[in-house]
């Protein structure tokens, strides 16, 4: 048994044991942390900065020196690592790693610039140490290898006006990479069309290219010569120059003008096809391309009638014309709909139209003239652009029309005729040289008069008047109101306007000379070429036709050569003989043509309504078809080798998938033996395929056979094929070689016909 | 490069082969062929003399165009005696096309045209739910459909009306 004071005293001992042990223990602890392990660090010291050309070997290792609390630690793996894409290199061997010697140092193996440029960083690393050493590299491009032009091609611009964009290169090395620093020489040609340079004023520019490897030129300014031109952009050392191509292009000569435009626009309920519309109007453009005028427009679902409008004109880069009209109507542009004039209408147009035109006018003459296409994403058209020369008065003559179109039940209509304005300035009909037809989609009315019917005396201030024509009673024909625009005293431009006929229709008119006294004399003897589109009964509603019709000197028989296409049926190229037919001739100068045929494969019938100046308006009169164009009298001589010039080429097509308009315009170049390559601005807004709808697109190859039948002869034309081409229909079998027959009415004038079920395509050609 | 004197348009639709096989062989009652010589202006075309009517449902509503078939709108309905390719064409608007659906039954009145070999009735007038849609003029010409419009009128957008809502 222990007593109390026994027990007091083992306690005291085991405190004091427990104390010792403790004592120990931390004094063991704190002789440990007053001894701490040798820093390792690693420096870079040497090979940094350094650079070399983009697959060369740095000149020096990269060296790397690894201590150990401050003493140099051999033996040590020392990691270089490079970025392992963009600006990088790497190790020969793809020995990345380096042991360090007795002095702690590590060498790299060489290291050797990879293919990209700029600059970098290699790390050096080793184990213990807190951070990497890193080594500032950078590969510098190699020499210039390519230039090639970055912006600022193809360019047009007008006469002694600066191009809107500089001539921009890029020069890169053969991996690539930009390089800067590097003398590039501009050129445009010495003479004919060419340009200068605003820094020096010459048409050579030296420029040198910045850190991005491009090199910009000063604003570059057409010469006062018309042309197409390549203006080069060379390197020393480089052996292929790049290419700018510039036009210097004539615009609109300052004056006043006409236009006028049939096509389809986008206004349908919803989204139907081949609604037609119709415009015409003038303006007048000063010395800086400003615009002004007044136009009428007209489609299915409503009437536009005497809006003025502003506008503006430009170059487009393949160097045509583009004229933008501003009318500030929300019937018009894109955003507009066919509930434009309804109370709650959503129609919200721009108002805008878009024209590209090619001049047929010689760039010394003080007028222009061109064929024209509408060029926006609301509506393609084609049609006419021309000088106007208003009459101080309405001339009192004989005017041979036609128009055509859709009725107000959108069935195809056609109406021709010579509307009389007599000595007193009426429309009366009762001199018995009125007469007109009409082709109300196979429904025939001939020789119909005028009830008192009225033009307006005077043209207003843009060559506007109107024709209220009062077809007579019995022949069940509502009132049709005509606004014509002259386009001179013998020519005018037709678009139907407010009435009760409420078609939608449009067409020309020329002013007579003989009124009333044509005879069998003033069609026997003469060939007419014509050229029309319309509709017939077949299965496809849209038909096209051409040819040419003689009134032989038998002063009854005709005779001719005929083209159609329905993309039902076709006419093999060439065209087809007109065996058979018969003509007479009304003193109105209303030529009857009937029973055209070739005994096999067609019969029809036809009124030309001439104006006693080698031009006439057609209209089919068939109870299956229905088309209505113009007709131009054969002058001269009808040998192909005379289709030789600069020529401004229409076109106006129909797809063959979707049936839907195709608008185009641009120049070609006949050669008179074969030959008409050339280019033009294409309008497919309403296909169905999802390529682009606006092109600008070569037209070539195209050929024509200039040892073929006189007036008649043939060829092929490749690069209006929407639905094959590429650049139109991505993944198409690319274009093809389109049959097609042309018709030559003198040197100035061919047109042409395509022969094929690809497509239906209208050209007309007018010389520069 | 054909030089026939006077071109069929060939049929590329390959997809369309051999349901148009198919109803090429059945016979209508109204069927024609293209007529020829004097009197046709340019190719087949509607022949106004020999229109029937055609009354069944509707088996199919062809919306889809090949090249060389004819544009637009087909129907096919089954008529009493067989299939019949019925041509509605290109220009009615998507409203209408929305309407016409399989199982629904159609009376269509128009000619019977040969075309190519291949056997298809030109639809004139249509009538299917109660609604009867224009597709051709008594002549054979196709309608163009657009926006409803007022008999006898349209709207004219004077240039002092530009760019109101109510115009």
Redesign the interface.
């Known amino acids: 048994m222990i007593c109390k004071s026994h027990r007091s005293f083992f306690a005291l001992i085991l405190s004091l044991f427990v104390v010792l042990t403790l004592t120990i223990l931390t004094n063991c602890s704190s002789s440990n942390s007053s001894t701490p392990p040798p820093v390792v660090s690693i420096a870079a010291t040497s090979g940094t900065p350094q650079s070399a050309t983009v697959g060369a070997a740095f000149a020096a290792p990269l060296v790397a020196t690894v201590t150990s609390g401050g003493s140099p630690a051999s033996g040590v793996t020392v990691t270089f690592t490079a970025p392992s894409n963009g600006a990088t290199g790497s190790f020969a061997g793809g020995a990345n790693t380096a042991t360090t010697n007795s002095s702690g140092v590590a060498t790299s193996a060489v290291f050797t610039a990879g293919t990209t440029a700029g600059p970098y960083a290699v790390t050096a690393s080793v184990s213990g140490a807190m951070a990497p050493a890193s080594f500032s590299l950078t590969n510098n491009a190699g020499a210039a290898a390519t230039i090639t032009p970055t912006s600022g091609t193809p360019q047009g611009a007008a006469l002694s006006s600066a191009f809107t964009a500089p001539l921009v290169t890029t020069v890169v090395d053969s991996d690539s990479n930009p390089v800067s620093g590097v003398t590039v020489t501009y050129t445009a040609p010495a003479s004919g069309a060419s340009g200068i340079f605003a820094s020096n004023g010459t048409a050579t520019e030296t420029d040198t290219t910045n850190a991005s490897g491009v090199a910009t030129s000063s604003a570059f300014t057409a010469n006062s010569t018309v042309g197409s031109y390549v203006v080069t952009a060379a390197v020393t050392g480089i052996s292929a120059a790049a290419d700018f191509g510039l036009t210097n292009a004539v615009t609109l000569k300052a004056g006043d003008y006409t236009f006028w435009l049939s096509g389809s626009d986008t ?10 519309y119709y415009v015409a109007g003038a303006f007048t453009v000063d010395g800086t391309g400003a615009i002004s005028g007044e136009q009428d427009f007209v489609d ?9 409008f502003t506008g503006s004109t430009a170059v487009t880069p393949d160097g045509n014309l583009q004229i933008t009209l501003n ?5 018009i542009g894109p955003g507009s709909d ?8 959503t129609s919200a147009g721009d ?1 805008q139209e878009i024209l590209n035109v090619t001049l047929t006018s010689l760039p010394s003459s003080t007028t222009s003239s061109a064929r024209i296409t509408e060029f926006d994403s609301w509506a393609t058209a084609g049609g006419q652009l021309e000088p106007q020369t208003v009459p101080a008065t309405t001339p009192l003559v004989g005017y041979a029309f036609s128009v055509g179109g ?1 009725d ?5 209509l056609g109406i021709g005729g010579v509307i009389d304005v007599d000595s007193s300035g009426n429309i009366s009909g009762s001199n018995g040289s009125s007469v007109f037809d009409e082709n109300d ?3 025939l009315l001939q020789a119909q008069s005028f009830s008192p019917s009225t033009v307006d005396a005077t043209p207003d201030g843009f060559g506007r008047v109107t024709f209220t024509l009062n077809p007579n009673a019995a022949s069940g024909v509502p009132q049709i109101v005509l606004v014509a625009y002259f386009v001179n005293g013998t020519h005018l431009r037709l678009v139907e306007g ?1 009435d ?1 006929l ?1 078609g939608t229709t449009g067409g020309q008119a020329f002013a007579q000379t003989g009124t009333g006294t044509f005879t069998t004399a003033s069609f026997q003897g003469s060939s007419y070429v014509f050229q029309a589109g319309g ?9 096209q ?1 051409a040819g040419v019709v003689t009134g032989n000197a038998d002063g009854t028989t005709a005779s001719g050569n005929v083209s ?1 296409n ?8 060439g065209g ?1 003989a007109i065996a058979s037919g018969a003509y007479t001739v009304d003193p109105t100068g209303r030529v009857t043509l009937t ?1 055209l ?1 070739d ?6 019938n036809v009124q030309l309504y001439l104006d006693g100046n080698g031009n006439a308006r057609a209209l ?1 009169m ?5 088309f209505v164009g113009v007709s131009n009298q054969q002058k001269g001589s009808l040998n192909g080798s005379i289709f030789s010039g600069t020529y401004a080429m229409g076109v106006i097509g129909v797809d ?4 839907n308009e195709i608008d185009a315009v641009g120049p070609v170049v006949a050669d008179g033996v074969g030959s008409f390559p050339g280019f033009v601005d294409l309008n497919w807004i309403l296909s169905l395929s999802p390529g682009p709808t606006f092109a600008d697109a070569p037209v070539s190859p195209a050929t024509f056979d200039a040892t073929g039948t006189p007036g008649v002869f043939t060829g092929n034309v490749t690069g209006l094929d929407v ?1 094959n081409c590429q650049v139109y229909s991505p993944g198409g079998p690319g274009c093809t070689a389109d ?1 097609f027959t042309y018709y030559l009415v003198n040197a100035s004038t061919v047109v042409g016909i395509e ?3 690809n497509q239906l395509t209208l050209l007309r050609f007018e010389l520069q | 490069m054909r030089r026939s004197r006077l071109f069929p348009v060939p049929l590329s639709a390959r997809l369309l082969v051999g349901l148009l096989f198919a109803i090429s062989s059945i016979p209508l009652g109204a069927q024609v062929t293209a007529k020829s010589g004097a009197g046709r202006s340019f190719g087949p075309s509607y022949d106004a003399a020999r229109e029937t009517t055609i009354s069944g449902p509707i088996q199919e509503v062809v919306t889809q165009h090949q090249a060389g078939y004819p544009a637009g709108l087909h129907l096919l309905v089954a008529g009493p005696q067989g299939v019949v390719d019925i041509h509605v064409g290109p220009f009615l608007n998507k409203e209408t096309i929305a309407d016409f659906r399989t199982g629904a039954s159609v009376q269509v009145i128009g000619a019977a045209l040969s075309l190519h070999g291949k056997n298809y009735f030109l639809a004139r007038q249509l009538t299917a739910g109660g609604r009867t849609i224009t597709v051709r003029s008594e002549r054979g010409f196709l309608v163009h459909q657009s926006a409803p419009r007022v008999a006898g009128s349209r709207r004219d957008v004077k240039s002092d009306e530009q760019k109101g809502s109510e115009l």
């Open positions: 206004n349908a309920n919803p989204n139907s096809s081949y609604i037609p299915f679902n409503y009437v536009v009638s005497q809006i003025s009318t500030g109507n929300v019937c066919y509930t434009c004039g309804q109370i709650g209408s108002g859709l107000g039940n959108g069935t195809p989609g196979g429904t407010a009760a409420v509709s017939d009964s077949s299965t496809n509603g849209v038909l036709v159609f329905d993309l039902t049926s076709f006419t093999p190229q087809v029973a045929t005994n096999a494969t067609f019969s029809y089919s068939d109870s299956s078809d229905e063959p998938i979707s049936f639905t049959a022969n094929d079920v």
